[in-house]
C-alpha cells in the first residue's frame, strides 16, 4: 500500500477512534499511537514534528475560540472544547505531508478541500458526539470558510521547501 493512502487510512482510523471514545484516556493514546506508527513508518522527522506541534498549537487556539464564542455547544452550553478534540490535531498534522501532499501548489483546491471536508469533519463529529452546533446553518458556514483558509495554508507551510541554514 503506498504511503500517501496508508496515511489516509491511519488518519481515519485514528480520528474514528478519538471520535467515537470521547475520552480523556483513549484519545490520547490514540493520537500518541498514530503518532509513533506514523514516525515509524513514513515520519518526515524533526520538521514535520515542528509542524505537527505548530498545528497542534494553533488548532487547539482555534477550538478554544470556536468553543467560547459558541459556534459548538455540549449539551446546549457553551463550555470549553473537550480533550478527545485537542487529539485530532496531531492527528490530522499528519497528513499534509503525505495525504494531501498531493494538493501543495494548488491553492485553490486546496481550499475547496479544506471548506468542504473541513465542514464535513466537525459535521460528521457532531453527529457522533456530545458537540452540537449552536446554530445548524451559520456553524458549519463558518467553518467551511475557516477551513478553506486554514487548510491551504498549513499544506504551503508543511510543504514548503527549505532554503537551507539562515
Same mark, same amino acid.
Given at each position: 500500500m503506498p504511503y500517501r493512502l496508508l496515511n489516509g487510512v491511519m488518519f481515519? $482510523?485514528?480520528? @474514528?477512534?478519538? $471520535?467515537?471514545?470521547?475520552?480523556?484516556? +483513549? !484519545?490520547?493514546? !490514540?493520537a500518541a499511537l498514530l503518532l509513533l506508527v506514523h514516525f515509524a513508518v513514513m515520519g518526515e522527522g524533526v520538521r514535520e514534528l515542528r509542524f505537527i506541534a505548530g498545528l497542534t498549537l494553533v488548532g487547539v487556539c482555534i477550538d478554544q475560540l470556536l468553543f467560547r464564542v459558541g459556534v459548538f455547544t455540549i449539551a446546549g452550553s457553551i463550555a470549553g472544547p473537550p480533550l478527545w478534540i485537542t487529539c485530532l490535531w496531531p492527528a490530522l498534522g499528519t497528513t499534509f505531508m503525505h495525504a494531501f501532499a498531493g494538493l501543495s501548489g494548488k491553492p485553490l483546491l486546496a481550499a475547496i478541500v479544506g471548506g468542504v471536508g473541513g465542514a464535513a469533519?466537525?459535521? !460528521?463529529? =457532531?453527529? @457522533? =458526539?456530545? +458537540?452540537s452546533f449552536a446554530a445548524d446553518i451559520s456553524g458549519p458556514i463558518i467553518l467551511a470558510v475557516l477551513w478553506a483558509v486554514i487548510f491551504p495554508v498549513a499544506l504551503a507551510i508543511a510543504n514548503r521547501k527549505d532554503s537551507g541554514p539562515a
Open positions: 481515519n $482510523v485514528a480520528w @474514528l477512534g478519538i $471520535v467515537m471514545s470521547q475520552s480523556a484516556f +483513549v !484519545a490520547p493514546a !490514540a469533519s466537525y459535521i !460528521a463529529g =457532531t453527529r @457522533l =458526539t456530545q +458537540v
